[in-house]
C-alpha cells in the first residue's frame, strides 16, 4: 500500500509546506488497480537523468520509473518540486546516487529515507576515489564516468530489484545481464576511441572535477579544473584562474573540457588568458542531451565523451 506524504517531516524543508493540499487518505488497493487484473507494478523513482535511464534500462517494463531530474539540469543545486518530493516518499525504491552528490535535495533524501522508504545508493556499491581536499569526505561521486565501475553498481541493482514486490527475478537476472553486456562493450569502445591519444597529451583540464573516475580508467591524468571543486556552485579564486592558465600555456594542452549544462564563461576567459590556442570542448558529464544530441542514454554519452576527448587530444 501506498505511503502518503507525512508533512511534520518535511516542515523544515520551507519550500515544501505546499504539500498539504497534494495530501489525502491511503489509497486502496482495490482503489489503485480497479479492474482487479493483477499485481500492481511496483515505482521506482531515480534522482538523476543519467541513472534514471540507467535504471529504466535494467527494469524494462517490470515497474513504473520516474526520473526527477531532467535532462540539462545541474544535479548540484537542483531542487524537486512539491509533487517530486512526494512521489520519492510514495516510491517502493528510491534510487539515489549518493556521496552527496544531489546537493539541493540533500534533506528531503534523508527524510524520505527516515519516513521507511526503500532507498538504493549506487555509489554504497563501487570503490570510490577520494579526493584530494577534505570537502567531500565520502569520496567523489562521479563513478559513472567509468564505465567499469557502472557494471559493478549495475550487478549491485539488480539484486535488490529482484527483491521488490511484483518484480521476476528471473526476468530482472536476464534483462541486467543484458544490460551490462552492453555496458562492457561500452567499456572497450571507449578503449578503442581513445587510443589514439599519446601519453603525453593524456592529460585533461575540466570544468570542474567531475572526470576523476574515467582518468583512473583510461590512464588520463586530470592537471586542473576551471572550478577546483567536486561541485558548480564553488567559485574559483582570481588566483586560481591565473595558475590554470598559466599551466596550459606553459604545457600546451590544447583543450578545456567545459560542461554542457553549465556556464562556459571561465573556460572560455582561461582560455583567452593562457594566450594560446585552446578548444573548449563540451562534454556531457552530469546530466543527459536532448534527443538528437548524441547523448540521450548513458551509453550514447559515454561514447560521445570519449570521441570528443580523443579528437580534442589526438594531434593532427
Do not use: K
Not at 32 to 42: H, N
Amino acid at each position: 500500500m501506498r505511503r502518503i506524504l507525512s508533512l511534520s517531516r518535511f516542515a523544515a524543508v520551507g519550500s515544501l509546506a505546499v504539500l498539504a493540499a497534494a495530501c489525502g487518505s491511503d489509497a486502496s488497493e482495490s482503489e489503485a488497480d480497479p479492474a482487479g487484473s493483477g499485481p500492481i507494478r511496483p515505482t521506482i523513482v531515480v534522482t538523476t537523468d543519467i541513472l534514471g535511464d540507467v535504471v529504466t534500462r535494467a527494469v524494462g517494463d517490470l515497474a513504473d520509473v520516474e526520473v526527477i531530474m531532467p535532462s540539462g539540469a545541474d544535479p548540484h543545486d537542483f531542487a524537486p518540486s512539491a509533487r517530486q518530493a512526494e512521489s520519492m516518499e510514495n516510491a517502493d525504491l528510491l534510487v539515489v546516487n549518493g556521496a552527496g552528490f544531489e546537493e539541493g535535495m540533500t534533506d528531503i533524501i534523508e527524510l524520505v529515507e527516515s519516513s521507511g522508504t526503500p532507498m538504493f545508493a549506487f555509489t554504497d556499491h563501487v570503490e570510490l576515489l577520494d579526493y584530494d581536499d577534505e570537502e567531500h569526505a565520502g569520496g567523489d561521486p562521479h563513478f559513472w564516468t567509468d564505465p567499469a565501475r557502472m557494471v559493478t553498481a549495475v550487478e549491485a541493482f539488480g539484486t535488490e530489484l529482484s527483491t521488490l514486490e511484483g518484480i521476476d527475478a528471473t526476468v530482472v537476472d536476464a534483462q541486467v545481464q543484458s544490460y551490462v553486456d552492453e555496458l562492457v562493450a561500452l567499456d572497450t569502445e571507449m578503449e578503442e576511441s581513445l587510443a589514439s591519444v599519446p601519453d603525453e597529451r593524456r592529460v585533461l583540464v575540466t570544468n570542474h572535477e567531475v572526470f576523476g573516475y574515467f582518468a583512473d580508467r583510461f590512464d588520463f591524468e586530470i592537471v586542473g579544473a576551471v572550478i577546483p571543486s567536486s561541485t558548480t556552485s564553488a567559485e574559483p579564486s582570481t588566483a586560481d584562474v591565473e595558475a590554470l592558465a598559466d599551466l596550459i600555456a606553459q604545457e600546451q594542452i590544447p583543450a578545456i573540457f567545459a560542461d554542457t549544462s553549465g556556464s562556459t564563461r571561465l573556460a572560455e576567459a582561461i582560455a583567452t588568458s593562457a594566450g594560446s590556442e585552446v578548444e573548449i570542448v563540451l562534454l556531457f558529464s552530469e546530466s543527459l542531451g536532448e534527443p538528437g544530441s548524441g547523448a540521450d542514454t548513458y551509453l550514447a554519452m559515454m561514447s560521445t565523451n570519449a570521441t570528443l576527448i580523443a579528437d580534442a587530444l589526438t594531434p593532427p
